[in-house]
């Protein structure tokens, strides 16, 4: 929470799948903060394999390849 104070304390971020079939989960993101501080949600792009990921703070969403 100390990114809502300041812009400089930055936040850790985890992206988290999650199968519906089985509740099996994976981490498919994960960051110190230096990419996007915060995130709050993730979500793929339709027939692609991009994940988008935002911040309730950041002014930006981060764009990922997870092909690899």
């Known amino acids: 929470l100390g990114y ?4 400089r304390i930055r936040s850790p971020s985890e992206v988290v799948a999650v199968n519906p079939e089985d509740g099996r989960t994976s ?8 990419l996007i501080s915060g995130s709050s ?5 339709p027939g692609t394999e991009r ?6 703070f950041a002014p930006y969403a ?7």
Not at 4 to 7: A, D, I, L, T
Not at 41 to 45: K, L, P, S
Not at 62 to 68: A, G, H, K, Q
């Open 4 to 7: 809502q104070r300041s812009e």
């Open 27 to 34: 981490t498919i993101f994960i960051d110190t903060g230096e």
């Open 41 to 45: 949600v993730a979500v793929q792009v």
């Open 51 to 56: 994940l988008l990921i935002g911040s309730a």
């Open 62 to 68: 981060l764009v990922c390849d997870t092909s690899s």
